[in-house]
């Protein structure tokens, strides 16, 4: 009787393994919303996305590596800048740091502090915390090693934004440093003993350890900085960092393999992008911006992708996803269960002109929906006069393409081209077998849908067009430089009527003190061509008029 039980249960536990795998088998249809991911109850769904969220919040990967020794860290830059120990260290590292205490240096990785209340413009709520837990900035992680927390970073860091003072989880931070953080570590760590560390910064032997634990790490992560603030290298320092790993189903670390890296193109070239919004998988059934990740579970890739950046053992992480597995599906439900910000809860309704936007809604049926999807709207129902406006303005529904689509339409192709520098390597990995991640290297990027395009600016995949009139000029004509700035203050910082940076002689002054907001497309991999001939331009000549360029403008606040 109990061989029988234990057998049932072992055919239920394969059938709900299949089900859960066939979910992101290669071009599995998106057929119907996928925004409760699992189907799950209400209440069942609510309490995974807010378990979800906190995992966003706090990196939940225990076995991950590259720890920073948190105590020393801030006895080090909370000491005064003429402190003898700090100086020496300084000497010792060869670098100097700017940073005068540890407020300062999470203000420089761009991590945002969390919200004091409840903000009724944040479309995605944050879980209940504890003080305790919003003493750090959001991303901002304390892990336990050898007893003693340890620093490291959680998607947080690269999928929240600050829009004029509401936090966002799932919108992209467009100033993240996670990863030069990492890049500056690895310039550092190998110059300082960790005896050294251990008794000028006043840690004890638990954080020394720690310390040599990550020192030993970085010596199998590559590292590579952005060519401007704002883009993320990550797909270049996965290739680089596996580089350094030996050619084997586990990518093992040798001694040899740090000692001797093989060359990879990623080095040099220039494929960096921005971290990607997260209400928009839910339409989708390929992932990243060029659509090159065919198959698995996303959340699942990035852990994958965040761990070999930091010289983690594969063999612990495939250990850590099989076990967690519950963890994995809360964070997958919060990215899926994600929705943009609108634009009518910054600004008002009054400031949309409903006519104008309906006029803007026939130029995007005839340019823009074979790609982007066509949207219903309220004002397209039966009983639209009896809608209040803001009703009248909410997407009804939005028809995507059921299975996603790569489109090479003449932007820049450094990112999609960097793929195929390390997408056999990734293939070839067990643990990739084991979540059934496939990687194909494609010609082009995913057209994505447009919900909330009004808060992704700056736009394209390389951040090269500053705002939405830039995007709807033909190449030749677009900004060739702009400067960038945080969106702080709505009526100063975003230009209304083009939606997105204010150019010209609208440009905050302050933003042109710091050279790192300037943006310059004539550099390698940031180009703006593109997105112009066969969809603006028709036989030499542009399709839309200035106002009619308006009101697609117009339409596109709606989304």
Same mark, same amino acid.
């Given at each position: ?9 072992? $055919? ?304 612990? $992480? ?242």
């Amino acid at each position: 009787m109990e061989k029988h039980v234990f057998k049932c249960i072992l $055919l239920i536990c394969l059938i709900f393994a299949q089900t859960a795998k066939a979910q992101w088998a290669r071009d599995t249809e998106v057929t119907e919303s996928r925004e409760n991911i699992y189907r799950s109850s209400p209440s069942q769904w609510n309490q995974k996305v807010l378990s979800g969220r906190k995992h966003a919040l706090f990196y939940p990967v225990k076995v991950t590596s590259l720890l920073i020794p948190f105590e020393p860290m801030k006895t080090f830059f909370n000491s005064a800048e003429n402190d003898p120990v700090r100086q020496l260290l300084f000497r010792l590292a060869q670098v100097v740091t700017p940073f005068k205490s540890m407020n300062e240096v999470f203000n420089w990785l761009g991590v945002l502090p969390f919200p004091q209340n409840d903000d009724p413009r944040n479309p995605n709520p944050f879980p209940a915390l504890s003080n305790p837990e919003k003493t750090l900035p959001m991303g901002a992680t304390l892990l336990e090693a050898h007893g003693r927390p340890g620093l490291t970073f959680s998607c947080a860091a690269c999928h929240s934004g600050d829009l004029f003072g509401v936090k966002v989880i799932g919108l992209t931070n467009r100033f993240p440093r996670a990863n030069d953080f990492f890049h500056q570590g690895r310039r550092v760590a190998p110059y300082i003993n960790s005896y050294i560390f251990r008794d000028m910064l006043k840690g004890t032997e638990e954080d020394r350890l720690m310390f040599l634990d990550s020192k030993e790490s970085i010596r199998y992560v590559g590292t590579k900085q952005p060519v401007v603030l704002g883009l993320d290298t990550s797909l270049a320092q996965v290739a680089i960092s596996l580089s350094r790993r030996a050619l084997d189903p586990y990518a093992t670390k040798t001694p040899d393999s740090a000692k001797n890296p093989r060359p990879n193109k990623l080095e040099k070239m220039i494929a960096d992008s921005k971290p990607a919004v997260w209400w928009n998988l839910k339409y989708k059934n390929r992932w990243l911006s060029d659509g090159s990740i065919v198959s698995g579970n996303p959340v699942h890739t990035n852990f994958l992708w965040n761990e070999i950046g930091r010289g983690t053992d594969l063999k612990a $992480l495939e250990k850590w996803l099989l076990n967690n597995d519950e963890t994995i599906r809360e964070l997958t439900a919060a990215v899926f269960a994600s929705r943009p910000p609108r634009y009518e809860k910054f600004f008002g309704v009054k400031s949309l002109d409903m006519e104008k936007a309906k006029l803007g809604q026939k130029h995007f049926t005839l340019a823009c929906a074979r790609c982007h999807g066509n949207y219903v709207k309220g004002w397209d129902q039966p009983n639209a006069a009896n809608l209040s406006d803001e009703a009248q303005i909410q997407n009804v529904s939005l028809t995507y393409h059921k299975k996603t689509p790569v489109k090479d339409v003449g932007t820049d192709p450094g990112r999609y081209l960097g793929m195929k520098e390390f997408a056999g390597a990734l293939n070839s990995l067990q643990i990739s077998k084991s979540i059934g991640a496939v990687v194909e290297p494609q010609t082009g990027y995913v057209p994505p849908p447009l919900d909330g395009i009004w808060a992704r600016w700056p736009y394209f995949h390389n951040n090269s067009v500053p705002n939405l009139c830039a995007l709807l000029t033909v190449s030749r004509n677009r900004p060739v430089t702009y400067w960038a700035g945080k969106a702080n203050h709505k009526d100063r910082d975003f230009d209304q009527d083009c939606v997105g940076y204010p150019l010209a002689e609208k440009t905050p002054s302050e933003w042109k003190a710091n050279k790192e907001m300037f943006y310059d497309t004539r550099k390698e991999g940031l180009r703006n061509t593109g997105h112009d001939v066969g969809i603006f331009i028709k036989d030499g000549t542009e399709i839309f008029t200035q106002d009619e360029k308006m009101e697609l403008i117009e339409f596109l606040k709606t989304l």
